[in-house]
């Protein structure tokens, strides 16, 4: 069969015309989470997908992988950094841990409550914060989400602070929260979310650091005798896309998923703020002991904390005063 070189060229034509209507980059992203799906993190990345799927024309979406099903965030931010993983909701703990200045966001008692710390994570402040993580950590921050406000849960009574000494008191695994449990006199013992319950349950933890969401959602309360709303730091999240996936990325589609996802993340601290007051209401009627604690609970411990994250987290001066500023 012969083919004409103007036959040929009026092929190509056509192809590059087609190829032209196309988007440019479909892609199907991976997101991870350690949330479990009912959690507020992954019900704002599946709307998030949603979204980016209907703005882009079908071109993009994203697949959801909830529970820790790629791993725990260590993990998750290896392969983020490797471009294995294209995008996640993680902790701000996780990242602290590979850039010690984010540890400012969990001094406590910075916020006063949920309000205030969705204030201080929407601040220019804590968005400044954002810009060295593609150099130091090898992903792209596009904004804040938070889990609300920490408390404490206990199998025995907590009536003071040294109720909390010798304790195994389980904690997510990273420095600033292991230093202020460690200054309590506690034994602060790092644990993934899904083993917490059946530890809680078994004896192989005495607490737990945790906020009112997934003490409702989880029920954790079923093993514990002391509820103690203590507001005693913020947990932010932040939304991360991998910093070799976001470089292949045209500018439109940048600027396309670093809004979206951003709106979506930002969403969880109006959730929180909303629900937070409800979730805290429901731990009243569970029948267990009920107690509400501010700073003076925890006496020199914040001291002492400020005195070793003063010199780690050089922010930590600049987010104390915007928390002023945001009251």
């Not at 005798?225 to 913020?234: A, E, P, W």
């Amino acid at each position: 069969m012969t083919i004409s070189f103007k036959g040929l060229a009026q092929g190509i034509a056509c192809a590059a015309l087609v190829l032209g209507a196309l988007p440019a980059a479909a892609k199907e992203f991976r997101l991870g989470l350690i949330t479990p799906p009912p959690h507020t993190w992954t019900k704002a990345a599946e709307a998030f997908g949603a979204e980016l799927a209907e703005k882009s024309g079908g071109a993009h979406s994203v697949s959801v992988f909830p529970a820790q099903q790629l791993g725990n965030e260590a993990q998750m931010l290896q392969q983020l950094q490797t471009g294995a993983l294209d995008m996640a909701f993680m902790t701000i703990a996780e990242v602290s841990n590979r850039v010690p200045n984010m540890g400012a966001f969990y001094a406590p008692y910075l916020a006063n409550d949920i309000g205030h710390a969705a204030a201080i994570l929407r601040s220019d402040t804590a968005k400044g914060m954002l810009d060295v993580l593609p150099q130091e950590a090898g992903v792209v921050g596009v904004g804040y989400g938070s889990a609300g406000m920490r408390q404490i849960l206990s199998r025995g009574p907590v009536n003071s602070a040294a109720d909390l000494k010798g304790l195994k008191l389980r904690i997510t695994p990273f420095d600033p929260i292991l230093d202020f449990y460690n200054a309590l006199g506690a034994a602060p013992t790092p644990m993934p979310l899904p083993a917490v319950y059946d530890a809680l349950a078994n004896g192989q933890v005495d607490a737990i650091d945790m906020d009112v969401e997934l003490i409702n959602v989880l029920k954790y309360h079923e093993h514990a005798d002391t509820i103690l709303i203590s507001n005693h730091m913020m947990f932010p999240m932040v939304g991360l896309i991998s910093a070799r996936v976001y470089a292949g990325l045209s500018d439109d589609d940048k600027a396309m998923i670093s809004e979206l996802m951003a709106k979506h993340v930002d969403s969880t601290l109006d959730v929180y703020i909303a629900k937070e007051p409800e979730w805290t209401d429901a731990l009243t009627k569970v029948g267990k002991m009920f107690k509400t604690v501010d700073s003076e609970f925890f006496g020199e411990a914040i001291a002492q904390w400020e005195a070793t994250w003063t010199a780690k987290a050089p922010s930590l001066a600049d987010l104390r005063k915007t928390a002023a500023d945001t009251q």
